[in-house]
Nanobody
Framework: QLQLVQSGGGLVQPGGSLTLSCAASGFSLDSYAIGWFRQAPGKAHEGVSCISISGGRTNYRDSVKGRFTISRDNAKNTVYLQMNSLKPEDTAVYSC??????????????????WGQGTQVTVSS
């Protein structure tokens, strides 16, 4: 079945690190821009980061810039979100999503064709 399968996540102390993975099954990610999104309790769904088809363009929301890194490994058909210096306010359900961008050089999908199942990230002492 064509899907995005997420792994990683869990409980980590403030200042710690986690890496989330998003692997495509049944299709190749080389035709898609990828975004990571999150939703914390009582807060709106928000975009965290995105990466273009080639990986040449990335973007991050201001609150995670300098702490999170998005990357993609075409050989493994997988996208990653490396999260360092985690803060309690990063606690949320994180989801990856894939879709074609309006322009190949852009990192934001024009529409979402596939969603990962979501994974909980909890930052707490």
């Amino acid at each position: 079945q064509l899907q995005l399968v997420q792994s990683g996540g869990g409980l980590v102390q403030p200042g710690g690190s986690l890496t989330l993975s998003c692997a495509a099954s049944g299709f190749s990610l080389d035709s898609y821009a990828i975004g990571w999104f999150r939703q914390a309790p009582g807060k709106a769904h928000e975009g965290v980061s995105c990466i273009s088809i080639s990986g040449g363009r990335t973007n991050y929301r201001d609150s995670v810039k300098g702490r999170f890194t998005i990357s993609r490994d075409n050989a493994k058909n997988t996208v990653y979100l490396q999260m360092n210096s985690l803060k309690p306010e990063d606690t949320a359900v994180y989801s990856c999503a894939a879709g074609p961008p309006s322009d190949q050089a852009q990192c934001a999908p024009d529409r979402i064709d596939y969603w990962g199942q979501g994974t909980q990230v909890t930052v707490s002492s």
